[in-house]
């Protein structure tokens, strides 16, 4: 059974700080990972995609790499905003079963002033 | 736009009274599911639907149907709720499966059955 672990769970840091989200996951036979964002109250808004094959994408000051034989993935915010506070949810799309997301439950982002 | 749209937003209700939850998505995407967030426990899968009249359950599927008589219409259905379905709901789509497939989430819906 696949599993998804974020960690931490919560993250506080000043704004323009560079900061790391970590993402792990059990079983390696996965189709890509997503990073997700998510307002209070809200949908979730997709950020990056990284297919099994690849080792990185990037989009704007976020950058997210996979390390699938590891189980890992990190997501990498430069230069935070206030703007950037949110929850960020990983979630692996696994060979087989209906094309599951399995997500990990979340870390909460605040960058403050 | 391209987006996955859910109707209500928002939805109170009393335990027994049957409620549907729609879905629709503009993307002419072939996949479809819905999920379920609660506090601790992330999004779990309550059922998917590769295409039309194809559907089947996901992890947590006790005291949901739901149907797929369309292509871009995926209701989520409660016959009978009960409060520890109070909860947020997601609906999902793709285009299919595979590497390069990417999901995109309606806007929730936050019900709360009394």
């Known amino acids: 059974k696949q599993e998804v672990t974020q960690i931490p769970a919560a993250l506080s840091v000043p704004e323009g700080e560079n900061l790391v989200l970590n993402c792990s996951f059990t079983?390696?036979?996965?189709?890509?990972l997503q990073w997700f964002r998510q307002d209070p109250g809200k949908g979730l808004t997709s950020l990056l995609l990284?297919?099994?094959s690849q080792r990185e994408q990037t989009s704007g000051r976020l950058n997210a790499s996979l390390d699938k034989s590891s189980g890992r993935s990190t997501l990498y915010i430069a230069a935070s905003q206030p703007g950037d506070s949110a929850t960020y949810l990983c979630?692996?799309?696994?060979w087989g079963g209906g094309n599951k997301l399995t997500f990990g439950t979340g870390t909460q982002l605040k960058v403050e002033l | 736009e391209a987006q996955v749209t859910q109707n209500p937003r928002y939805l109170i209700t009393v335990t027994g009274k049957k409620l549907t939850v729609t879905c629709s998505q503009n993307?002419?995407?072939?996949?479809m599911s819905w999920y379920r967030q609660d506090p601790g426990l992330g999004l779990r899968q309550i059922y998917y639907?590769?295409?039309?009249?194809?559907?089947d359950k996901g992890d947590v599927p006790e005291g949901y149907k739901v149907s797929r008589k369309e292509k871009r219409n995926f209701p989520l259905i409660l016959e009978s709720p009960s409060p520890n379905q109070t909860s947020l709901y997601f609906c999902?789509?793709?285009?299919?499966?595979?590497?390069?497939?990417?999901?995109?989430f309606g806007q929730g819906t936050r019900l709360t059955v009394v």
């Open positions: 979630a692996v799309r696994r």
């Open positions: 079983d390696s036979a996965i189709y890509n």
């Open positions: 999902a789509s793709s285009l299919g499966t595979g590497g390069s497939t990417e999901a995109f």
């Open positions: 990284i297919q099994s």
């Open positions: 993307m002419n995407h072939e996949y």
């Open positions: 639907s590769m295409n039309v009249e194809v559907t």
